[in-house]
């Protein structure tokens, strides 16, 4: 059977954990909001991220992600992230109240 699939032992697992950075991390928002505050730069405020990746819906997030990574020559990655998030909320609010 050439080509199966096995199960990783738990010592290949362990060893892609990275004690440095998966420290203190203990539920997936965390994980996922210090991978952004990474890619965009802005591990001062990682607070922050774990703030958004705990109360803000993740397909806003990724929207904003994903605008993010598409742009081109952006002097901060963090403060168009942000802009591209509040915008995405307005919006999603606007749309709520023209339903009512």
């Known amino acids: 059977m050439t080509g199966a699939k096995t199960f990783s032992t738990v010592g290949d697992v362990l060893q892609k954990f990275n ?5 203190y991390i203990s539920r ?5 909001a210090y991978g952004l ?3 965009l730069n802005d591990l001062e405020h990682k607070s922050l991220y774990m703030r958004l990746a705990k109360n803000t819906p993740r397909p ?3 929207v904003a992600r ?9 002097k901060s990655k963090a403060r168009l992230f942000m802009w591209k998030l509040a915008k995405l909320k307005s919006e ?3 749309t709520q109240e023209g339903r009512r």
């Open 66 to 74: 994903s605008f993010v990574k598409d742009a081109y020559q952006v």
């Open 92 to 94: 999603k609010v606007d």
């Open 19 to 23: 004690k440095n950075e998966d420290k």
């Open 37 to 39: 505050a990474r890619e």
């Open 60 to 62: 806003l997030l990724e």
């Open 28 to 32: 997936e928002f965390q994980k996922y």
